[in-house]
């Protein structure tokens, strides 16, 4: 199927969640060409709910990077029965290359962007080249963080994958009223303050409430010039570094 970016901005820019997800995923890709990108975090709830009534069984690809919090796995297990999701697929690393990276499992303390690569990146990628997916739909929202508040809600990388972000211009507001109006549970670390979750070693309870994510790679800071503020899959492929592994 060929497709235009700009007839997909021209047609379906202009709407958003469940209506902008319907078409694509009922008439512009096949189901083996497009697939949702979940953390199964804070707010995954909402776009994986619009998902499961469009189409149950999407393509959802889960990053099971190996150093998930406990609850997160309990969470992705119980969401994925309570909406009928037919088809998650456990994302994990490279065997070969994580025993010999990162055999003690601390590559996150000292090399953060490489530990990244390795558990989230690279095999995304490989799903993507493998899978031969066309688009990807992503959970991201413009109010999260100054490298996001021009986000669009479709996207084309230089390689022509397509992103689709269907809640670019939520805020968190619009957010928790979904969540209640759906009766969609919140993932349990929520109420302890965890209000954007990540791997449990690089993921603390929020502390500036005017950053939601200050919570996430906290630690970086002091390791680099600049604290670390994305894992990288939503990076244009190819612009990551490729690590000699």
């Known amino acids: ?9 021209t047609f379906y820019g202009h709407l958003e969640a469940e209506a ?3 078409p694509l995923l009922t008439q512009e890709f096949e189901r083996n ?8 975090g804070a707010d995954s709830a909402l776009l994986l709910s619009m998902v499961a009534e469009i189409d149950p069984e999407a393509q959802i690809l889960f990053l099971e990077t190996g150093k998930h919090f406990p609850e997160t796995l309990v969470y ?7 909406l009928g999701l037919k088809s998650v697929d456990y994302l994990t690393p490279n065997e070969t290359m994580l ?45 999260q963080t100054p490298e996001r508040a021009a986000l669009a809600t479709i996207e084309c990388e230089e ?3 397509i992103r689709i972000n269907p809640l670019a211009l939520w805020g968190q507001e619009q957010v928790d009223t979904a969540f209640a109006k759906h009766a969609l549970p919140r993932h349990p670390l929520v109420e302890k303050g965890y209000v954007s979750i990540g791997c449990a070693p690089c993921t603390l309870p929020v502390t500036d409430k005017d950053d939601i994510r200050s919570g996430r790679w906290a630690h970086t800071i002091g390791l680099d010039e600049t ?19």
């Open 99 to 143: 025993n010999r990276t990162d055999p003690e499992g601390t590559l996150w303390k000292h090399q953060p962007n490489r530990c990244c690569w390795m558990r989230k990146v690279e095999p995304l990628e490989r799903a993507v080249k493998e899978r031969g997916i066309r688009a990807l739909i992503t959970g991201r929202k413009r109010h």
């Open 33 to 40: 060409e497009i697939a949702l990108i979940t953390s199964f």
């Open 76 to 82: 992705a297990r119980d969401l994925q029965k309570k």
């Open 159 to 161: 390689n022509g994958l």
């Open 20 to 22: 902008l997800l319907r």
């Open 227 to 245: 604290r670390k503020t994305e894992c990288g899959i939503h990076l244009p492929q190819g612009e990551t570094p490729s690590w000699d592994l």
């Open 1 to 9: 199927m060929s497709l235009s970016i700009s007839r997909l901005v």
